[in-house]
């Protein structure tokens, strides 16, 4: 049998070693992952900071969106060709047909519309009629998206500009 000194011993010894295995196994992994909650916790509120912020651009861009679909709706029942409403669109801003190149670029379906993609270089324009083509375009009642724009001055006269579009018919989708 052991003496009292030596079951003491074992008993602090058992102890100590419980308390080991107790601070091992749940208390330190236990304060790990409250730290690294407490660390998603702060980024999750930081990241809805942002959204807050972002919420007033959020919903004007939501209107514009729903403006934009209005006319893609009401132009729908117009049955020209989307290469002749654009064409004739920009002949009524004041350019030539001898000026105009529209090349068709393919088409894609978005989330809510379908684009149609033209290619457009318009050649020998002064820098006023380019802004104004490009006011007419993204502000007028044509579901047109401009995806990209080039002003280029022209080598022979540098008060003349040629300009390539890269121009997006909206319809509906199907």
Do not use: C, H, W
């Not at 601070?23 to 509120?45: M, N, Y």
């Not at 684009?115 to 006023?128: P, S, W």
């Not at 375009?137 to 080039?150: D, I, M």
């Amino acid at each position: 049998m052991l003496r009292d000194r030596e079951k003491r011993v074992l008993v602090i010894g058992g102890a100590a070693a419980a308390a080991l295995l107790l601070l091992t196994f749940v208390v330190i992994p236990g304060v790990s992952r409250i730290t690294s909650q407490a660390r998603a916790a702060a980024a999750a509120e930081s990241d809805l900071a942002e959204v807050r912020k972002a919420r007033p651009e959020i919903e004007r861009i939501q209107r514009e969106t729903g403006a934009k679909a209005g006319i893609v709706r009401a132009a729908a029942n117009v049955k020209d060709a989307p290469l002749t409403r654009i064409t004739s669109a920009l002949q009524e801003a004041g350019i030539p047909q001898s000026a105009l190149n529209i090349k068709s670029g393919g088409a894609r379906d978005g989330e809510l519309f379908r684009e149609e993609a033209f290619d457009v270089r318009i050649e020998n324009l002064t820098y006023l009629e380019a802004v104004k083509t490009l006011q007419r375009l993204s502000a007028g009642t044509l579901p047109v998206v401009l995806r990209s724009a080039s002003l280029k001055s022209r080598y022979d006269d540098a008060r003349y500009l040629d300009v390539a579009l890269r121009v997006g018919f909206l319809t509906p989708k199907p």
